[in-house]
């Protein structure tokens, strides 16, 4: 069916602008007319023209009429005054007769509102064409637009017995390098990276995008009580890459200014106590409030690389939204071998944290299985 073949072209030019556009989401635009790609274009970077201005400004580079063309896009075309002007307007002003549209638009600004002005102007609007897959490629705009607070997704690497280390600490390499360059995809996908104090003292982490032409990711360390070293990578690199440490609010504040000097946001977080695998009770930062404050600052996703510890804590306060499971052909062995979600777990299989499979890959001998929170796709 040809006008598959426009919308999928519309979405692969949406996915060129991951790790750009953040907090907005992935939109794509072809426009056609008598069978033949006019013009096309795509959101590039957060505060720029949105993809039906790129497409049309594209196609009129190239010389070509609008007027009578159809525009297949991702997203409902927005119909407010932002950082840009309305797409709707651009629509309705070089005459293009059909709107063929892929995703709603849950913003309350957009809502319906663009499909029923473009109507209001006698132009054909076709909704909901390919649905499913451009809904797919913007789960974290959805989500925060929604919410106000970021889409976290937990990744990690383990073994075929479930071990992301050795019983001694040794983790390089679990995965191989497919999978560990598939990884800095990621960390180029999601605005925010985010790992716990733990991870920081062992492994003294740089939390960057390794990949050329990526975005590095703003990186977020849950430090209770501002541990972090301060001749880590991570601090001495905080005026290239932000860095964000969450703290309690009674943390040493001499530390804190230290840090702020080196370009360290410090945020102090309330407190909750919870106990450890020796049922000791501790107090460790709220997730949820700190979710908060992220998304205040327009921090849409979250990358979580945070170790056994961090990843239960998410887990216990329900901000995990989907995980990567990364699966190697090895075997480490060992009761006292790191996992991927420590802490004192459950103590009834019925409360399981239930998650959805949505997705499977295969890097060379490793395999990706994805999954998203389950009551997310209901």
């Not at 072209?9 to 033949?36: C, F, Q, T, Y």
């Amino acid at each position: 069916m040809p006008e598959e073949k426009y919308m999928r072209r519309a979405i692969e030019l949406a996915k060129k602008g991951s790790g750009h556009v953040n907090p907005n989401p992935l939109v794509g635009a072809v426009i056609v007319r008598d069978g033949e790609i006019i013009g096309e274009g795509y959101h590039e970077c957060y505060g720029q023209l949105h993809a039906e201005r790129n497409a049309i400004a594209n196609a009129k580079k190239r010389g070509n009429s609008l007027e009578g063309s159809t525009i297949y896009v991702t997203l409902e075309p927005c119909c407010h005054y932002g950082k840009t002007p309305p797409c709707t307007e651009a629509i309705i002003e070089e005459k293009i007769a059909r709107v063929v549209v892929g995703s709603d638009d849950p913003n309350p600004l957009v809502s319906g509102k663009g499909f029923q002005m473009l109507r209001e102007k006698g132009i054909e609007v076709i909704p909901h064409f390919l649905k499913e897959e451009c809904d797919a490629m913007n789960h974290v705009f959805f989500h925060y637009i929604r919410t106000g607070t970021p889409y976290v997704a937990m990744k990690y690497a383990m073994t075929m017995d479930g071990k992301i280390a050795c019983y001694t600490g040794d983790s390089k390499w679990v995965t191989g390098e497919e999978s560990r360059a598939h990884v800095q995809t990621l960390r180029n996908h999601y605005k925010g990276i985010m790992a716990g104090i733990g991870t920081v003292l062992a492994d003294d982490p740089m939390l960057n995008c390794r990949i050329e032409g990526g975005r590095d990711p703003i990186r977020i360390i849950a430090d209770s009580h501002l541990r972090i070293p301060m001749d880590s990578q991570l601090v001495r690199t905080a005026g290239q890459q932000p860095l964000i440490v969450a703290c309690l609010p009674d943390a040493d504040e001499e530390k804190a200014a230290q840090l702020q000097e080196k370009g360290v946001e410090v945020l102090r977080i309330p407190g909750v106590t919870t106990a450890d695998i020796t049922e000791e009770q501790k107090e460790v930062i709220s997730l949820p409030v700190l979710m908060k404050e992220l998304g205040a600052r327009k921090i849409d996703g979250i990358l979580l690389e945070g170790g056994g510890q961090l990843n239960e804590s998410a887990l216990q306060a329900g901000i995990v939204d989907r995980i990567y499971c990364y699966i190697a052909p090895k075997i480490f062995g060992g009761a006292q071998a790191k996992t991927p979600v420590e802490g004192q777990g459950l103590t009834r299989a019925a409360d399981a944290w239930q998650f959805n499979r949505i997705g499977m890959q295969e890097f060379g001998q490793d395999i990706l299985l994805e999954y998203e929170k389950a009551q997310e796709l209901q």
